[in-house]
């Protein structure tokens, strides 16, 4: 009875050691994967703030922007005052459609055409004679 009793302490004891060694191989993963998985995070991280320090060196230069979109605003009332169709388009750039698509970049491309317009406006109503 007792040799029965001893043999089934030591089954349960080899049972254990058993499911401790699984334990501990299985804690010994899940810290590699953890570590492997926080290195991955790092890496991730880098490549994030490389990313948002481009985006805000590249922004940097674009402190002009809303002045230079205020500024082709300005010059698109014109536009819609002559009937014309345009857009705004990012970052400062108008978008004119009249018998053909035309992007202009500066304030001073749309008023040369807007000129150039009024131009052929006043050649058409001066009577010939």
Known sequence: MISTRLDSLEKDVKAFGDRFDYMQTTVRDIKKDSIASTSRLEELQEKLWLYEDKSRQNNLGCKGTSQKRKAMSERRKRLQQLGIESY????????????????????????????????????????VT
């Open 88 to 127: 705004l388009l990012y970052p400062a750039v108008v978008k004119v459609i009249n018998h053909e698509q035309i992007l202009f970049k500066t304030p001073g491309d749309i008023e040369k055409f807007v000129s150039s317009l009024d131009a052929d406006a006043r050649m058409e109503s001066t009577p």
